[in-house]
């Protein structure tokens, strides 16, 4: 049975509250769910009968329309079909049976591009997915973010308009409903754009939960139940917000964040924990939003992924822009003061500090999404810290006709990753032995400003011995940079002297995300810096760091 939210005049939004069952929980008649704040107040959403919860197919802070999925509840009083039990199928009526060439588990950035790329080999697709199209990544992540991380860059730009020689004269305001409404509405057309290439490509789109009967079957209950029988099936799951034990996380100011994407509450002050992707990019989208920003890392510094030299520039940037960086500290817990306001007790080797503000964002990590999938019923094996599937570089799990792609594996955690590895997989099901490659996989950090890298970083080349050279350009000598004030950060490229190659590139500072694509490039092809410094860069453009670092393996840098 589907639990669906009640009618909202006038067609508008609520917002999913605290969520009070879990999956498998037994409920009766009249249990109160979850609440839904609406502009007319609270909703309470109940249990119609007694059951057991199969599916929670809501997130706490999302927003949420009339009508919609909420929750699938097996009623106590119906006899199931036979070889199906519990939660695995339809509480009532029988389910239609389907086949197909491929069945893809998850409608990511893995799991559609997988399914577009299959359908346009001629393949028979079938199309799996729970939530919304487009997945974590376009719903409540990548796609999102950036468009947060924009609004606050033209909010920053506005407040430091004199630098350009402009005067805004009244001071600036942000109407934070207006940047959710923008964010809201990017998002939905990127969905009818993937929904459109669906039904272009003939792509067979099922709504509902999948779970394994065995490695060829799989049950789907939505509002549609299906047994789907498919030659070969991908898992494209995803990953889902990591859970943390500390005292006081489910407090109404504490967000994770989902619930950040959808607040239109702008606070004058919050506490991040954790100084990872997630929260530094948020950190700086408050911070630019005119926010009071602490961030508290357990690390000894943020973001442990790239190399330390680009790990205290954006520290030190962070700090010249007032955000409070505490690292090597750890959340004891979280607390209400009198008037409301948050109380965070954090400890690291100069004792025990207190951090006041008006909301806490959680930014700890996503962990593999398995929930509900009966994984163990395709004797698929998982990792060995039994996070995510085990997958090879064809992406075939230890079963033969089984792939598993994206942040399910928890092999790299980033979209375009799984894309990739969605396309290598359906190559391999065609027959034509494709394998990833994760030499030259960039990575983005959209934070202010960006951060990208690719290949083997310094750190890592020095903990395997390996022989390199480093060269390094600063932005304060690249003119487009200062035209555009932005004249912090570097260019850096990794030579291998034994071989001659470029083996990895990192840039922080203006445009990184646009110049990342071709290092990549370069680190991909094995180019040596002669492929680069013969290269003709145009000028004014932040690209001619590239050229300038490579350069400065020979005769030197011209500009610096």
């Known amino acids: 049975m589907l639990i669906k939210m009640s009618i909202i005049p006038g067609g508008k939004m609520g917002k999913v509250g605290k969520i009070n069952v879990k999956t498998g929980d037994k409920v009766t008649a009249g249990d109160i769910l979850v609440q839904v704040e609406t502009a007319k107040g609270n909703r309470q959403i109940k249990a119609t009968s007694d059951g057991t919860v199969c599916k929670i197919l809501c997130e706490e802070g999302m927003e949420i329309a009339s009508n919609a999925d909420m929750f699938e509840i097996s009623e106590d009083s119906v006899v199931k079909e036979a070889g199906i039990s519990d939660c695995d199928c339809a509480s009532q009526g029988t389910a239609k049976e389907t086949t197909a060439d491929l069945l893809i588990i998850g409608a990511g950035p893995g799991g559609y591009v997988a399914a577009i790329y299959a359908a346009k080999s001629g393949l028979k697709v079938t199309l799996v997915e729970q939530s919304a199209l487009g997945g974590t990544c376009l719903n409540v992540g990548c796609i999102p973010t950036k468009a947060l991380v924009k609004s606050a860059e033209v909010c920053h730009n506005v407040m430091n308009a004199s630098v350009f020689g402009i005067e805004s004269g009244s001071p600036v305001t942000v109407n934070m409903k207006q940047v959710i409404d923008r964010k809201d509405k990017i998002k939905d057309r990127l969905v009818s754009g993937i929904d459109f290439l669906m039904k272009k490509n003939e792509i067979n789109v099922i709504s509902g939960q999948a779970s394994f009967m065995d490695k060829n079957t799989v049950t789907v209950k939505g509002e549609e139940n299906y047994i789907i029988k498919a030659k070969n099936i991908i898992v494209a799951t995803g990953s889902k917000i990591s859970n943390i ?10 967000l994770n964040s989902t619930k950040a994407l959808s607040d239109q509450d702008l606070p004058k002050s919050i506490t991040i924990i954790g100084g990872g992707v997630i929260g530094m990019e948020f950190a700086f989208i408050y911070k630019n939003f005119g926010v009071d920003v602490h961030v508290i890392e357990f690390m000894d510094r943020l973001l442990t992924m790239v190399d330390s030299d680009i790990s205290k520039e954006i520290q030190d940037i962070a700090e010249e822009n007032n955000i409070h960086i505490h690292t090597g500290s750890k959340v004891k817990k979280i607390q209400s003061s009198v008037d409301g306001m948050a109380v965070i007790t954090y400890e690291n080797n100069g004792g025990e500090h207190l951090v006041v ?9 996503r962990e593999p999404n398995l929930e509900g999938l009966s994984i163990e019923k395709s004797g698929v094996l998982l990792n060995s810290n039994g996070k995510g599937i085990q997958a090879d570089h064809s992406m075939r799990t230890n079963v033969d006709n089984i792939y598993a792609i994206g942040d399910v ?37 959209f934070t202010s400003p960006e951060i990208a890298s690719v290949g083997i970083g310094e750190d890592e080349a020095k903990s395997k011995d390996i022989d390199i050279e480093v060269s390094k350009f600063s932005f304060a000598g690249n003119g487009k940079a200062l035209t555009m004030n932005e004249p912090r950060g570097f260019l850096k ?31 991909a092809n094995g180019f040596t810096e002669k492929e680069i410094t013969e290269t003709i860069f145009p000028h004014p453009t932040t690209s001619e760091t590239i050229h300038e670092a490579a350069l400065d393996f020979g005769i030197g840098a011209l500009h610096q």
Do not use: C, R, W
């Open 357 to 365: 503000s008006e909301k806490v964002l959680v930014a700890i990590g």
């Open 409 to 445: 594996t928890n092999i790299i955690q980033l979209a375009h990753v799984a894309s990739h590895q969605g396309i290598v997989a359906v190559e391999n099901i065609l027959g034509k032995h494709k394998e990833m490659n994760y030499s030259a996989v960039p990575n983005v950090i």
């Open 245 to 254: 034990a500390i005292p006081g996380i489910d407090l109404p100011f504490v």
């Open 493 to 523: 490229l990794i030579k291998n002297i034994k071989t001659g190659k470029i083996i990895g590139g990192s840039v922080i500072g203006a445009d990184a995300s646009s110049l990342i694509s071709s290092l990549t490039l370069a680190i």
